[in-house]
């Protein structure tokens, strides 16, 4: 009888554990770098770790950046202070 309780009793804590890792190892999901649609000026900077080279009023965040060695302008725009669009410019000449 106790040798089925520790079995049960095992499988059980199996259960628990397995059910916590997957809720733990949910992976979050974005729509742009590290923002969703939706999110007002402010949440938008706090994912940035530097303030925005420049601040088009309420309506827009401009943040210069590298990537890949090249020279690219992040802009995220926002209406009545929900981010709607958000993309890069390439800032280098190119061909």
């Not at 049960?8 to 649609?37: C, H, Y």
């Not at 938008?44 to 943040?63: C, F, I, M, Q, W």
Request: aromatic letters at 12%; one cysteine or more; charged letters at 30%.
């Amino acid at each position: 009888m106790k040798r089925k309780n520790i079995i049960f009793l095992g499988l059980t804590l199996l259960v628990i554990f397995s059910f916590s890792l997957t809720i733990l190892a949910k992976e979050q999901v974005f729509d742009f770098r590290k923002t969703n649609w939706g999110m007002n000026m402010k949440e938008v900077k706090a994912t940035e770790d530097r303030e925005p080279d420049l601040e088009v009023g309420n309506s827009a965040l401009v943040y210069k950046m590298k990537i890949n060695t090249k020279d690219f302008t992040c802009i995220y725009r926002f209406s009545e202070d929900k981010l709607y669009n958000g993309g890069y410019v390439l800032s280098e000449e190119h061909i």
